[in-house]
């Protein structure tokens, strides 16, 4: 294995384990409960594969509800990656706790998860590069959430009394950086698999 290129940054990958009928449940009334749980598990192989293409940097699976699960024990078995398990009583606090401790390592941590197929390499590489500058970066999502967060600097207060799942997400988490004085940069908006119709919208 040749080394990395980026030994001060490493990339989180937040992932659910594909157990059948608690992932992409929202999709389940139109595509039915077999097809949602392969979704699941084929867009964690798609991003886990296109992150370490390049060896680039350290890749990470934090995984829910833990490391124990068959299906992410294969995956440390074919991708180069270390397991954790994420820790939190919301995604806030899950986000936010994984930042940290990732920031005690490496100089910058991005934090993505795996139902935003649009979200490229490039773009990861991008905010890689914007937090040489800037105290957080994130990736805007259509349905006003996000579906990347970088940090250079940990603010637990980004990730505080925010509406997830809302579209106020993104809104609210401008107005903390604001709030907190924050250095900050967006990357261009991108879409994820929340609806039927981006499921379609995937699969075309």
Known sequence: MTALKRK?????????APIA???NTRLIPDIGVEAATELQAELIHSRLENLQ????????LWCAPDVTHDFFQSCR????????AQQGA????RMSSAIK??????KRVVLIGTDAPSL???????????????DIVIAPAEDGGYVLVGMSRHCDAVFQSVPWGSDA??????????RNNLTSYELETCWDIDRVEDYWRYKV
Not at 53 to 60: F, H, I, R, V
Not at 120 to 134: F, R
Not at 169 to 178: A, F, G, H, N
């Open 8 to 16: 001060d940054t490493v990339v989180l990958v937040f992932a659910k």
């Open 21 to 23: 009928g608690e992932v």
């Open 53 to 60: 293409k390049n060896n680039l940097y350290t890749t990470q």
């Open 77 to 84: 078995a074919q991708y180069d990656i270390e397991l954790f």
């Open 90 to 93: 919301d995604l806030g606090e």
């Open 101 to 106: 401790l990732s920031l005690e390592t490496f």
């Open 120 to 134: 490229t390499v490039d773009q990861i590489e991008n905010a890689i590069n914007k937090l040489s500058n800037n």
């Open 169 to 178: 997400v993104l809104e609210t988490t401008r107005d903390k950086i604001i």
